[in-house]
């Protein structure tokens, strides 16, 4: 069982950055796709972006040219770097991770196509 612990988030004005962690129990050298969702007050969870073992990513229109993803596999660990923070990406911010590479068959995929989900961590950007 992987266990994933996201950090990072926080108020921030509009306009302004953060760099949100998501630290695995286990080695995620082995897991396929690590991505990052978020969920607005009263939308659904959505995928903003992930990145397979190999390094590709994707992103979904609006969050693309603004945040990054990326993963340190020594650390065990993946990062969404957040720039240019508008009201609307207020939300709590989701880690997942799936150990096949069933969530890259479709986007955005089925949040079934994974395995092990972080708790959240809040984001909230205004003034």
């Known amino acids: 069982q992987v266990q994933l612990v996201e950090s990072g988030g926080g108020l921030v004005q509009p306009g302004g950055s953060l760099r949100l962690s998501c630290v695995a129990s286990?080695?995620?050298?082995?897991?396929?796709?690590m991505g990052w969702y978020r969920q607005a007050p009263g939308k659904e969870r959505e995928l903003i972006a992930d990145?397979?073992?190999?390094?590709?990513?994707r992103y979904s229109d609006s969050v693309k040219g603004r945040f990054t993803i990326s993963r340190d596999n020594a650390k065990n660990t993946v990062y969404l770097q957040m720039t240019s923070l508008r009201p609307e990406d207020t939300a709590v911010y989701y880690c997942?991770?799936?150990?096949?590479?069933?969530?890259?068959?479709?986007?955005?995929?089925?949040?079934?196509?994974?395995?092990?989900w972080g708790q959240g961590t809040q984001v909230t950007a205004s003034s």
């Open positions: 997942s991770a799936a150990v096949t590479g069933a969530p890259m068959m479709s986007w955005p995929p089925s949040e079934d196509d994974n395995d092990y």
């Open positions: 286990e080695r995620i050298s082995s897991i396929l796709v």
């Open positions: 990145i397979t073992s190999g390094g590709t990513r």
